[in-house]
């Protein structure tokens, strides 16, 4: 489905869009992504809506069949890039798990501000965004996937989540339809 309209109390959630995620090798050329996802928050800073900037500064602890190597992340590692223009009104989630909403307090912030839709973007499309989106859904936010504004480091899951995935969460569409709905 593509972008119908934004609610009148959209907020954009920007996910892991950090010094050392960005450094990984990504499906999508990420100095497109960053401009993409920049452009939304300075179009939802203009409009007096709310932006949502998440890192991730772990993992969560189950098992898994692919190996985890659990330690000290680098210094600067969760740091935000600077493309994105943090202003003071920004607010700031630090995750500990792929989905922003889990024990974040990130639903209770956006309920007390009346919003009623998510604009999500980042990294990765599979993993931090898809989970993100799927709590949103579950959580009963209307959810708007900016797809040019995001990538992931296997392509044929950034392709799953994007075709089978949001469709049935959300609706999706490219940065510049996004900011004139």
């Known amino acids: 489905m593509?972008?119908?309209t934004l609610d009148p109390t959209s907020a954009l959630v920007v996910i892991d869009l950090q010094k050392g995620i960005l450094s990984l090798p990504a499906v999508h050329p990420m100095d497109d992504v960053v401009k993409h996802a920049g452009a939304l928050a300075e179009a939802f800073r203009q409009r007096g809506l709310p932006v949502v900037l998440v890192n991730v500064a772990g993992g969560a602890p189950g098992r898994t069949e692919q190996p985890r190597v659990h330690r000290e992340l680098p210094a600067g590692w969760t740091d935000l890039i600077p493309e994105l223009n943090p202003q003071p009104q920004d607010h700031l989630v630090t995750k500990h798990t792929p989905g922003a909403f889990t024990n974040t307090g990130l639903e209770s912030h956006l309920r007390?501000?009346?919003?009623?839709?998510?604009?999500i973007v980042g990294v990765a499309t599979s993993?931090?965004?898809?989970?993100?989106?799927?709590?949103?859904?579950?959580?009963?936010?209307?959810?708007t996937l900016a797809t040019d504004a995001m990538t992931d480091l296997q392509s044929d899951a950034h392709t799953?989540?994007?075709t089978r995935v949001f469709?049935?969460?959300?609706?999706t569409g490219a940065t510049q339809e996004i900011m004139t709905s």
């Open 2 to 4: 593509t972008v119908t």
């Open 112 to 119: 007390s501000l009346g919003v009623t839709q998510v604009v």
């Open 127 to 143: 993993n931090g965004v898809e989970v993100t989106a799927r709590q949103a859904y579950e959580l009963g936010f209307n959810v």
């Open 160 to 162: 799953y989540s994007i």
């Open 167 to 171: 469709p049935g969460i959300g609706e």
